[in-house]
């Protein structure tokens, strides 16, 4: 508990009466080399922390919320993208895609499965099967 004491009691006091903080915009121009080095860590210090402290509640509340684009690289070039099936084609049972990352576009072949495991998204295929005669 002293070394804590220690820190905030003395050890940042000190150290913020050693950073060189002009008080006029032509002060900036004065500074030498080691001033504005001892300047530029101390920034870079704040701001990182600032950062780290604030990226959680941005992520959580402001950024995690936001529409995004889903599809990345399936046939960009048109304006809308759909594919006719003959259900005549289809097999006993088949998987489509909905998270417009599979290889196989359209049919899935489980790249969601990487999608959920980084995004924390549970998107998953479109089954259809056919119906079973009595």
Known sequence: MEAISYIVRDAVPSYLKGVPIPKSFGGFLKLSVKDWLHLTTFTTVVGGVGYLAFKPYYDKYVGGNKDTIMNFRVEK??????????????????????CWRSKKWPFCDGSHNAFNKATGDNV???????KKSR
Do not use: W
């Open 77 to 98: 070039q048109k304006e809308k993208v759909y594919d006719v099936i003959d259900v005549e084609d289809l097999g006993e049972k088949t998987n489509f895609c909905r």
């Open 124 to 130: 998953a295929s479109l089954i259809i099967e056919k």
